[in-house]
């Protein structure tokens, strides 16, 4: 079968039934009064895998043939991707309008028959806020249907859930889902038919909820990339409603957007993606690539982020970019990890030094010891002091004790850009703060660093405590040992070698593994420094050299 056919079998069996003949309603089609575009191109591969009948997301895959969005639910990764909608961005990407608009009506066709008639777990706010952004982006692909009954049951199913979230968008979660909830409470207001009152309240709702989920320098702070990238979508889509309806947008609400975009550059990497923080990887640089292009913000990266927490360096297309702050609070953010004062770094296209990363949010096949283990402090390219995270992660994946105190200095110099930071996450336990120097010449050629243990506080160490200084490298780097045991050349495709040295310790090599875009494994080494500290405290030195 050709995939015209295949398309034609998958809406064929969605739509059997007369599934969108039962959809049949007495009241008059309400109309949406402006529809917003949606400037951020889709994922053309995940549109083409739609209209064949797979809806992928992480691991997992969905068929479409036999949908049924009761025994999916709304709970779950999986389920909260479908049941948002934001893959009709995807399938717009792969099909005309004609040809989507038959399969975007059959799936909207059957989530009407399920929860279209009663409030569930699908009617949570942020799923209805989401929901809201991408219908009316997405109208032309889901209001093209000539049958009347389907698009009075579709808009004045649309009006009820903008009154549901309207009344319930404080009941959200704190944090993204708030302001994904009271996104979709203004955009309503500006493109239903009649909403105009509810604009106001939903911008009060809307600053209150940026207020408490935003630090001052645009950052969430859940402190993930992942929602920082959700984030600058929702506010991206927000500002098309507004340019849709003819209306002005809030000072507010810009500055939002702008400085959430301007925290979000912060943390990419040479690539075009994420650096990998808070159990989450570095997403796919096209789908960034395409949010940052097309949302409709100019912002710098955020280079001295206090709030945000991540600190960059870059000269001549090298990048560095370090977690500076303790871990975000359990509660607001359910994979924090124990990775203050690890980093990153990338030369031009190329990945260098990486930590292990996570699956965030995506359906994963990893195992759930390995999810935890991915969030220690040995997963993350830093020191690890006694094989002890610098936060203690409990036994029920909660955080302990740890990291609370973390100085920052940084200075840029005629020659170099110098960043200093400390933690007090093994003061408790050992009696010694971690104090992380590092130095990127400005010719990007050069990156030294120091890794300082002081002695601080009462506690002491009895006799000495092992240090493992670790490097995970991307994958596709390859580290060949120089004959003294004390350096690596380093060699990958998208870079020149660099040239890897330490003291203080002893160099080694071990297996790794790094977590990919769509949240896969993928083996990798690691560089580590091995060594021993007295209660007095110690240094370890290293330096990364491009050859050429």
């Known amino acids: 079968m050709n995939d015209a056919g295949a398309e034609r079998d998958v809406v064929r069996k969605l739509a059997r039934g007369s599934l969108l003949s039962r959809l049949k309603t007495s009241r008059q089609p309400l109309k949406l009064v402006a529809v917003p575009r949606d400037h951020v191109a889709g994922d053309r591969q995940r549109g083409a895998a739609l209209l064949s009948g797979k809806f992928n997301a992480g691991s997992e895959t969905l068929p479409l043939n036999d949908l049924d969005f009761g025994a999916i639910g709304a709970t779950g990764s999986l389920a909260e991707q479908l049941q948002g909608f934001s893959w009709l961005r995807d399938l717009a990407a792969a099909a005309s309008r004609e040809n989507g608009a038959r399969l975007a009506e059959a799936v909207v066709g059957r989530w009407l028959i399920v929860h279209g008639t009663k409030v569930d777990d699908a009617w949570a706010p942020h799923l209805w806020g989401e929901r809201i952004l991408f219908w009316s982006a997405y109208a032309p692909y889901i209001l093209s249907s000539t049958d009347t009954g389907y698009r009075s049951a579709l808009l004045n199913t649309l009006a009820r859930g903008a009154r549901h979230v309207e009344a319930n968008a404080d009941k959200a979660a704190a944090g993204l889902d708030r302001i994904t909830a009271w996104c979709g409470v203004v955009a309503a207001g500006l493109l239903i038919q009649g909403g105009v009152p509810r604009v106001a309240r939903g911008e009060v709702g809307l600053a209150r909820a940026l207020a408490a989920a935003q630090f001052d320098d645009g950052g969430l702070v859940s402190r993930s990339p992942y929602k920082q990238t959700l984030l600058v979508d929702r506010l991206g ?14 000072d507010g609400i810009e500055a939002a957007a702008a400085a959430s975009l301007a925290a979000l550059h912060g943390v990419t990497l040479g690539d075009g993606a994420l650096s990998s923080w808070q159990g989450c990887g570095p997403s796919e640089a096209a789908r960034l690539t395409a949010l940052i292009e097309g949302c409709g913000l100019r912002a710098r990266p955020l280079r ?72 220690t402090t040995a997963a993350h390219s830093t020191l690890v002091l006694a094989d002890t995270n610098s936060t203690s992660i409990l036994a029920d994946g909660s955080l302990g004790k740890g990291v609370e105190d973390v100085t920052i200095d940084r200075s840029e110099g005629n020659d170099a850009s ?7 996450g093994y003061v408790r336990a050992f009696g010694l703060v971690h104090k992380r120097s590092v130095m990127l010449g400005n010719d990007g050629k050069e990156l030294r660093g120091a890794e300082q243990l002081i002695a601080k506080g009462r506690k002491k160490i009895r006799e000495s405590a092992a240090y493992a200084v670790r490097f995970h490298l991307a994958p596709g780097v390859e ?12 060699r990958s495709k998208g870079a020149p070698p660099w040239n890897f040295r330490c003291r203080g310790g002893m160099l080694t090599t071990e297996e790794s593994l790094w977590i990919d875009g769509r949240g896969q494994p993928q083996p990798t080494t690691q560089l580590v420094i091995v060594g021993e500290v007295s209660s007095l405290g110690g240094e370890i030195g290293w330096q990364f050299r491009r050859t050429s």
């Not at 889509?237 to 809030?250: N, S």
């Not at 110098?418 to 007090?424: I, M, P, T």
């Not at 580290?479 to 380093?490: E, N, Q, V």
């Open 479 to 490: 580290a060949t040992a120089t004959a003294d045991g004390m350096g690596a050349i380093l």
């Open 418 to 424: 110098r960043l200093e930071a400390s933690h007090d």
């Open 237 to 250: 889509l927000l500002r098309a409603c507004y340019l849709a309806a003819k209306q002005t947008i809030p």
């Open 304 to 375: 001295n982020a206090r709030g945000w927490g991540y600190q960059r360096l870059s000269a001549l297309g090298t990048i560095l970019v370090l977690d500076a702050a303790p871990p975000p609070p359990q509660k607001i953010s359910a994979q924090s990890s124990a990775s203050t004062l690890a980093f990153e770094l990338s030369d031009g296209p190329q990945r260098l030094v990486v930590n292990c990363g996570g699956p965030g949010p995506l359906p994963t096949a990893l195992s759930d010891e390995l999810v935890e283990a991915l969030r």
